[in-house]
């Protein structure tokens, strides 16, 4: 078993809060300004600003400034830990189904 738990409970903490899930779905579609990531939000600046920094700590995204604008960007590759932490967690039948249903797809029925 790997030995990523660090940054998988670093991601899960991340992703614990309905905000900063949210902001990720969002930034999933397209790199955005955080002042275009508040307007679904009923929050101060700072909070968001909070929320984007726990974000960026537990490195789900990436933000660059360009003068006084900030672009915050969801990192390629940042939930891959935790895809391969609930992969490792599906039971042996489910994996034996998968299994069978590989070898049902390649088996042709024979014409008779």
Do not use: C
């Not at 990720?24 to 984007?52: I, N, T």
């Not at 974000?55 to 006084?68: F, I, Y």
């Not at 830990?81 to 390649?106: F, K, M, N, P």
């Amino acid at each position: 078993m790997p030995n990523y738990s660090g940054e998988l409970d670093a991601v899960l903490r991340a992703l614990a809060d309905p905000t900063r899930r949210a902001v990720v779905e969002r930034l999933a579609k397209s790199p955005a300004v955080v002042s275009d990531l508040m307007a679904p939000f009923s929050m101060a600046l700072p909070s968001l600003l909070q929320h984007l920094r726990i974000l960026e700590d537990a490195r789900v995204v990436t933000s660059s400034k360009q003068g006084r604008v900030r672009t915050v960007s969801l990192r390629p590759g940042a939930l891959d830990v935790l895809h391969l932490w609930l992969g490792e967690q599906r039971t042996s039948a489910e994996r034996q189904a998968d299994r069978l249903g590989i070898h049902l797809a390649r088996t042709t029925p024979k014409e008779i």
